[in-house]
Antibody, heavy 120, light 110 residues
Framework: EVQLVESGGGLVKPGGSLRLSCAAS????????MNWVRQAPGKGLEWVSS????????YYADSVKGRFTISRDNAKNSLYLQMNSLRAEDTAVYYC?????????????WGQGTLVTVSS | EIVLTQSPGTLSLSPGERATLSCRAS???????LAWYQQKPGQAPRLLIY???SRATGIPDRFSGSGSGTDFTLTISRLEPEDFAVYYC???????????FGGGTKVEIK
């Protein structure tokens, strides 16, 4: 059974940093692209970042470019999102999602999400 | 960036009725790279449809997708109680930096 479990969310002050993790199991992690998608409270879904299976291709939404860094460790079956210079508008539930295709993809499995709150 | 506009914003229907949800793109979506997701309160989204019309694993056949170019439709042939939720479309045909979601359609019980 495919499982994606996010962790690392919490309350952080504006300008602060946070590192999210996603532990994957039940599939060959190194064969799939991985993604972060977020959802602000009461709002819709917003794609944040994607990383290909071997980390050769990395993409970011304009809203986070230069502040967030996606990475993965295939030996540990783990995905990460380093978030720096956080803003109030980054407040959201952050989902880890598996990409079915290598670069431009839809998302066939999702974690339950981790809440990030940016507030003073 | 391709903008996806979903309509209506809210659909009020009774169980057993047919639901028709629209997703319109600001530019043509290449190769019909359009997906649909269902999200219930407090839950993660669930993939329903990919490639505009292919059902994901385990999705009942009352869910169907159609369309191409800029106009796409998700149809639920007969609403079951568990189908009342928010539905999102997503395009993945543009540049990788531009994966976008629609704003969502809420299907509520009338």
């Amino acid at each position: 059974e495919v499982q994606l479990v996010e962790s690392g969310g919490g309350l952080v002050k504006p300008g602060g940093s946070l590192r999210l993790s996603c532990a994957a199991s039940g599939f060959t992690f190194s064969s799939y692209s991985m993604n972060w998608v977020r959802q602000a409270p009461g709002k819709g879904l917003e794609w944040v970042s994607s990383i290909s299976s071997s980390s050769s291709y990395i993409y970011y939404a304009d809203s986070v470019k230069g502040r967030f860094t996606i990475s993965r460790d295939n030996a540990k079956n783990s995905l990460y999102l380093q978030m720096n210079s956080l803003r109030a508008e980054d407040t959201a539930v952050y989902y880890c999602a598996r990409g079915k295709l290598e670069r431009r993809s839809y998302f066939d499995y999702w974690g339950q999400g981790t809440l990030v709150t940016v507030s003073s | 960036e391709i903008v996806l506009t979903q309509s209506p914003g809210t659909l009020s229907l009774s169980p057993g009725e047919r639901a028709t949800l629209s997703c319109r793109a600001s530019q043509s979506v290449s190769s019909s790279y359009l997906a649909w997701y269902q999200q219930k309160p407090g839950q993660a989204p669930r993939l329903l449809i990919y490639g505009a019309s292919s059902r994901a694993t385990g999705i009942p056949d009352r869910f169907s997708g159609s369309g191409s170019g800029t106009d796409f439709t998700l149809t639920i042939s007969r609403l079951e109680p568990e189908d009342f939720a928010v539905y999102y479309c997503q395009q993945y045909g543009s540049s990788p930096q531009g994966l976008t979601f629609g704003g969502g359609t809420k299907v509520e019980i009338k």
